[in-house]
């Protein structure tokens, strides 16, 4: 496949780098943003160490991505697919953060599963 078509279904303008850091494609929001949340629910305390326990909410429907692309989604969004055993195919996140010299994260190397 030659090209990825990329639907950006989070509400942050994607700037994809490539390993080197050169930006490769900037991909602007959809419009629509997939939904989901967490709840943390405290499950217990070993000394002083409190412990908790994540709830996902059930996400927002998106329906699938057509053959040759790709949603780009958070990882909540994407935790939440998965721990409600949905199906997560077609579904990205983006890459490990690209940042400036002062920290400011100013992209994405690549998009993860």
């Given at each position: ?6 639907i950006n279904l989070t509400p942050n ?101």
């Amino acid at each position: 496949m030659d090209k990825l078509k990329i639907i950006n279904l989070t509400p942050n303008t994607l700037r994809i780098c490539d390993s080197a850091g050169d930006l490769v494609e900037t991909v602007e929001p959809s419009g629509v943003v997939a939904h989901a949340s967490v709840t943390r629910i405290k499950a217990g305390k070993v000394g002083a160490i409190e412990l908790y326990e994540t709830i996902y909410t059930l996400p927002s429907v998106i329906g699938q991505p057509a053959p040759g692309e790709v949603y780009v989604v958070s990882g909540i969004y994407l935790q939440s697919v998965r721990a409600h055993g949905l199906d997560d195919t077609g579904l990205c996140v983006p890459g490990e953060a690209v940042r400036d010299t002062d920290g400011k994260q100013i992209g994405c190397v690549g998009l993860s599963r």
